[in-house]
């Protein structure tokens, strides 16, 4: 069985994760253009910070979800299978899907890197508390970040710029070598199951990749409880939550495959 798994916020919804574009989502409260666009990091890298420092620490007391766990499963049990997730949250990694099976496309929210050159900090457990004292920080290894500090933000100790989350912002490239891991899967054949789930799907490349993915007669399935634009293009529309649909799709496919 070849399998793509496409999903988006509404998929962590039930971790406790707002989603963006919800009825409680982050950008009814906020507006994306002052939290997350590399222009508002240049105005103010504290608000910024502070932002992705909360939500660190929300993600970090959630747990994976049974979405989550029946994407796992069924990644193990597919013979060809590749997840993208357009969340930056690290739930799907934590309920135990393997790295080479998952690609992050809009980035990691744990990793730290600079906004200028290639740097980049990973994470380390015991700096995770660190924030009030040094908030670009939270999360990454000081060693590899920098021991200079600007108005507690932590600067590059390769080129002294400012770090910065290591997520995609709006008005920003998706990274290469990940759109390059996309490209090959789908390139590498059609799927005979294509899973969208909890995403808006708001971004045409999600939903060019949905449809190439199902190109020859391959199911598409969506999972959510509202209308997207790919539900038109579905050949099964469930309009549930992701953590009671997905372990019955789930269970259904490897029974039948
Ligand atoms: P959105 O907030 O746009 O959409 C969440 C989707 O999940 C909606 O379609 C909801 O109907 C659905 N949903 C809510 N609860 C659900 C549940 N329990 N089970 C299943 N579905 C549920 O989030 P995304 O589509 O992920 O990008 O947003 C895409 C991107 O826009 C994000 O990665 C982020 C955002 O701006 C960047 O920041 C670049």
New binding site residues.
């Given amino acids: 069985m070849r399998v793509l798994v496409l ?5 962590s ?2 971790s406790g994760i ?5 009825k409680d ?3 009814r409260n906020f507006d ?1 253009a002052k939290l ?1 666009t590399p222009e508002a990091f240049a105005r103010d890298p504290q608000l910024v910070w502070e932002w992705y420092h909360e939500r660190r620490q929300r993600i970090r007391k959630a747990r994976p979800n049974a ?1 989550h766990e029946a994407i796992t499963r069924l990644a193990h049990h597919a013979e060809d299978f590749l997840l993208v997730t ?3 949250d690290d739930l799907h990694t934590r309920a135990g899907i393997p790295a080479q099976r998952m690609v992050q ?3 990691d929210i744990f990793v730290t890197r600079c906004s200028r050159c290639d740097w980049r900090a990973e994470l380390c457990d015991a700096e995770r508390s660190n924030f009030r004292d040094h908030p670009g920080l939270a999360g990454a290894r000081p060693s590899t970040v920098s021991n200079e500090y600007e108005d507690g933000i932590p600067k590059c100790s390769q080129c002294a710029a400012l770090m910065r989350p290591g ?4 008005g ?1 490239q998706l990274p290469w070598n990940e759109l390059e891991r996309v490209e090959n899967f789908l390139d590498g054949g059609a799927c005979d199951v294509v899973i969208v ?7 045409g490349y ?1 939903i060019d990749w949905a449809l190439r993915g199902s190109r020859d007669g391959g199911e598409l399935i969506e ?4 209308e ?1 634009p790919l539900s038109r293009f579905a050949t099964q529309l469930v309009r ?6 997905l372990p019955h799709i789930v269970d259904q496919l490897i029974r039948s495959r």
């Fill in positions: 999903t988006g916020a509404g998929v919804a039930e707002p989603t963006f574009r919800g989502g982050y950008w994306p997350a979405a357009q969340n930056v496309i809009h980035g997520v995609v912002w709006f920003e789930a909890g995403t808006t799907a708001t971004f999600i999972v959510n409880p509202e997207t549930e939550p992701a953590a009671i649909a």
